[in-house]
C-alpha cells in the first residue's frame, strides 16, 4: 500500500553528499516503506495514491530549523516591518506611513527595528522624532530582547519611571528618571506589551497558521520551537487537531528564574501527530546588542557583566533537576561567560542532548569542551550575516571590540572540534527560509547586499556541512526505509548550487508525515 509515490527524483543522502541509486521513493503511514526504480514501485499504487512526478528535481531529507519561535513570533512579527530601515530616515518614514494607516486610538506595531539604525544616537523614542508624538507604539527590536515604546504607550502603560525585576531587566531611565522608551529584556518589555490590545484567539491561531504554512512553502518540516506555554500548546492542539499543522515541531517551554521545574517536568511528551514537548528552554544571559549578555570582560560601555539569572548558582540547581528527570535542555548562551558557565554545569550531566543556543563570541579553550561533554551547538550563521559587519563598525562588532568580534559564530571551529553542530533561524529574529540560513553559512554575507565582504570567512561551512546542520544534526532521517516521511525537494543540487544562488533555489515539494504541505503550481 502507498499513499505518496515520488517519481523520477534524485533522491540525497545528507550525510555522504552522494544520491542514491533510486530514483522513486514511496511513502505510507507517515514513513517511507520503499525505494527503488519505477518498475518496482508501481505496484504498490493504489487508487488513492497521491502520484508525482518529480521531472528529475532533488529530494533531501525534510529541513529542519534547529531553532526557531512560530507562536509567539505570530504575534511579535504584526504591524510593520521595520527590518529594512538602514538609517533614522528610512525609519521614520516607514513609522509615519504605519502611523497614517492606523484607525483612531489603534496602537502601532512595528518588529525587526535594527539598533544599527541609529547609529551613534541613544535609541531612544526621543531620537526617532515627532513621528510617534501622540500614539501609542510598540516597536521590537530584531533581538526581540528588547523594546522602544513611544512615550503614549508608556503612559497608557503606566510606566513612569524604573523599575525592579526579579530577572536582569530594565526600563531605561534619562538623568531625570525619566523612562526613554528603551525597555531591556522580556519583564520590561511585556509591562507595555501587556497594555496593548490584543488579537482574538480565532485571530491569533490563523496567524500561527499562516506563519507555519509559510514555512512550509520555504521547504521546512520541521522546527525545534523554543517556546510552548500551555497556551502556546493549546493553539497547536487546535491546529494539530484540525489538520492545520504543517511542521513537525519539538517544543522546549521556558523556565525562569523562580519558575519551579515539577510542571515543566510533567509536561515532557505531551503532544499530538505532530507536535511534542521534549525539552525545557533557560536563559544564561541576554543579547550583546543591548548590554545584557553576560561576558567575561565588559563591553565597551562597561555593561554585560550580569548573569540573566540573579544567583547563576540556582541555575546549576534546575539543570540538575532537569538532568535527573531525563530532560534535555536549551540554554540561552551569547556571551563567553555564560557559555562558559553553562559548559561548567553539564560537566556533571548525565542525560544527553543538552544544547547550548547562539553562541556568539567564543574563546579558544572552551571550543572543545562541546565535543567533550556531549554539548550541541544551536547556531544561526544568518545573525551575523545580517546584523553585523566584517569591517566591525556594526553595534554588536563595536560593543565587544576588535579580538571578540573576530570570535563571532564560530561554526567552523565547532564543526571540526566535533560538536554536534543545528543551525537554525531564530525566526522572527532572522527569516525562517532554511535555504537562507543555509546560504548564509556558506558565504557570511548580509543577504541584502552579497557584494559585502565576508565576517569571518574562515567559519564558513561547506555545502554538505550546511546541508547536515539543518537535516541529520536535526534530528532527520536519511531516506531509507523505515524513516519518517519528511521530505523537501529542491529544484536543483543544493550541493552544487553556488552560495550565493542558493538561497533563490525553488522549493518543489514539502512533505510532512506522508502528507504534501506544499507543492509547486506547475508540480
Not at 531620537?127 to 504607550?153: I, Y
Not at 550546511?466 to 543540487?493: E, H, I, K
Request: glycine share 10%; with cysteine; aromatic share 4%.
Amino acid at each position: 500500500m502507498s499513499d505518496l509515490v515520488l517519481l523520477n527524483a534524485r533522491l540525497l543522502d545528507p550525510v555522504t553528499g552522494r544520491f542514491l541509486p533510486h530514483g522513486a521513493l514511496v511513502a505510507h503511514g507517515g514513513e517511507i516503506v520503499a525505494v527503488g526504480d519505477e518498475f518496482s514501485v508501481r505496484p504498490l499504487i493504489r487508487p488513492a495514491t497521491t502520484v508525482i512526478d518529480l521531472r528529475d528535481a532533488v529530494v533531501t531529507p525534510g529541513l529542519i530549523d534547529g531553532h526557531c519561535h512560530p507562536v509567539s513570533g505570530a504575534d511579535l512579527t504584526r504591524g510593520a516591518d521595520l527590518s529594512a530601515c538602514t538609517d533614522l530616515p528610512a525609519l521614520r518614514a516607514e513609522l509615519d506611513r504605519a502611523r497614517r494607516a492606523l484607525a483612531p486610538g489603534e496602537w502601532l506595531h512595528g518588529w525587526g527595528l535594527d539598533p544599527n539604525v541609529f547609529g551613534d544616537l541613544p535609541i531612544s523614542a526621543d531620537t526617532v522624532g515627532p513621528v510617534l508624538d501622540g500614539v501609542p507604539a510598540v516597536l521590537r527590536l530584531f533581538d526581540a530582547h528588547s523594546t522602544l515604546a513611544s512615550h503614549r504607550a508608556l503612559e497608557l502603560a503606566g510606566v513612569t519611571g524604573p523599575r525592579r525585576f526579579a530577572e536582569q531587566a530594565e526600563v531605561v531611565c534619562d538623568e531625570r528618571g525619566r523612562p526613554t522608551g528603551l525597555l531591556l529584556e522580556e519583564p520590561a518589555s511585556m509591562l507595555v506589551e501587556d497594555a496593548a490590545p490584543k488579537p482574538t484567539g480565532e485571530q491569533f491561531r490563523a496567524r500561527v497558521a499562516e506563519v507555519l504554512r509559510g514555512m512550509a512553502a520555504a521547504g521546512l518540516t520541521g522546527g525545534h520551537m523554543m517556546e510552548g506555554d500551555v497556551a502556546e500548546r493549546a493553539v497547536l492542539r487546535e491546529l494539530d487537531e484540525r489538520g492545520e499543522l504543517p511542521l513537525r515541531l519539538r517544543l522546549a517551554p521556558w523556565c525562569r528564574p523562580g519558575d519551579g521545574v515539577g510542571e515543566l517536568i510533567a509536561a515532557q511528551g505531551e503532544g499530538g501527530a505532530l507536535w511534542r514537548v521534549d525539552g525545557v528552554k533557560l536563559f544564561m544571559d541576554g543579547t550583546i546588542d543591548n548590554g545584557t549578555a553576560w561576558l567575561e570582560k565588559p563591553d565597551c560601555h562597561g555593561e554585560s557583566v550580569h548573569a540573566y539569572w540573579p544567583d547563576p548558582l540556582l541555575f546549576r540547581k534546575v539543570i540538575g533537576e532537569l538532568d535527573a528527570a531525563g530532560v534535555p535542555t536549551a540554554t540561552h548562551a551569547i556571551g563567553d561567560a555564560a557559555v562558559r558557565f553553562v559548559l561548567e554545569t553539564h560537566e556533571k550531566s548525565r542525560k544527553i542532548g543538552h544544547r547550548i543556543e547562539h553562541i556568539e563570541t567564543l574563546p579558544d579553550d572552551l571550543v572543545p569542551r562541546f565535543a567533550e561533554l556531549g554539548v550541541t551547538a544551536s547556531m544561526q550563521p544568518t545573525h551575523c550575516c545580517e546584523f553585523t559587519r566584517a569591517d566591525h563598525t556594526d553595534n554588536w562588532s563595536r560593543r565587544l571590540g576588535e579580538d571578540r568580534a573576530a570570535r563571532a559564530w564560530r561554526c567552523r571551529d565547532l564543526w571540526e572540534a566535533g560538536a554536534t553542530v543545528v543551525l537554525g533561524s531564530d525566526w522572527p529574529i532572522a527569516p525562517y527560509p532554511p535555504l537562507g540560513v543555509m546560504a548564509g553559512a556558506r558565504h557570511r554575507r548580509p543577504a541584502r547586499d552579497l557584494t559585502q565582504p565576508p565576517h569571518g570567512p574562515d567559519q564558513a561551512l561547506t555545502p554538505l556541512q550546511a546541508l547536515r546542520g539543518m537535516t541529520v544534526n536535526a534530528g532527520s532521517g536519511r531516506l531509507a526505509v523505515g524513516d519518517r516521511a519528511d521530505l523537501t525537494v529542491l529544484a536543483d543540487d543544493p550541493l552544487r548550487v553556488s552560495d550565493q544562488d542558493l538561497a533563490a533555489l525553488p522549493v518543489r515539494l514539502t512533505v510532512t508525515g506522508g502528507r504534501v504541505v506544499h507543492r509547486a503550481a506547475d508540480l
